[in-house]
């Protein structure tokens, strides 16, 4: 229940109000958050009333012009405000400053350690207490996962570079390696190849018999020919360190034109160091 002590006077009690606008008159009763006042002079006997909400209300001045203060207690029940009159001296003017509506701001206080129940939770009168907000936050990438870095190559057909394009990725042994191709080359007297080859052409001199002429092949380094078959997809493991290299398949690259586009995505998280 709130107590709030009010000053029963000839000179009216003072009610400044949060829009700047003052009342005077008696402050007679408080119930339901809201204040009744009655202003006139009553010289018929009858004085109008006027109510007003506690959240738009400033600040109260009584008037303690008699030494009497009237204590009106607002409670809960349905009998409504009772006045009961409480004789105390008071030889000063009091002001009450009124407390803000605590549904205005949120409640700071914090929860104390242990149980406690719901309804004696600080913060709770007039305001529905909320537990802090919490953030879920997405699970972290696996450190064995793949941390793939892609690099663009072109791959000509041709002889120029002595049949081996430098793709400028050194790779290291043990990592894992996705390359994709596409496009397609000429391999002379109205042949073309895309970059899986063409199974039913032969040719004797081809870098990898038994795979397609024309495809697109790969080695790790430039003093071995352990060669690796790309085609248009593959993903291996590096077998050694070194320069990847990607060239065709084919034995005579003299009369070849064109490229292949190719993209290598290798796993930066990968191989040994």
Known sequence: ALILSLSFAA??????QKDGSVIRGQVVGFKDQQFTVLIGSGARGRRSTVTLYMEDVESIEFDAATGTTTSISSNDDDDGSTMSGVTTPQST????QLPRPTASRPSSTQPSSGTQSSNNRPGSTGST???PATTTRPSSTSATAP??????ARVRGDNSTNGWTNSGL???????LRVNATGQVSLGNGRFSTPS???TLQDRDKLMQDEATGALIAV???DNNEFVFIGRTREFIAQRDGVLFLGVNEGNLNDNTGAYDVVIEADASGGSR
């Open 197 to 199: 080859g063409i199974g």
């Open 170 to 176: 050194v790779v290291r042994r043990g990592q894992r």
């Open 220 to 222: 790790i380094g430039d």
């Open 11 to 16: 000179i009216a009690d003072t009610v400044r």
């Open 147 to 152: 941390n793939y870095v892609p690099i663009n």
């Open 129 to 131: 207490s909320r537990p």
């Open 93 to 96: 003017p009091s002001s009450t």
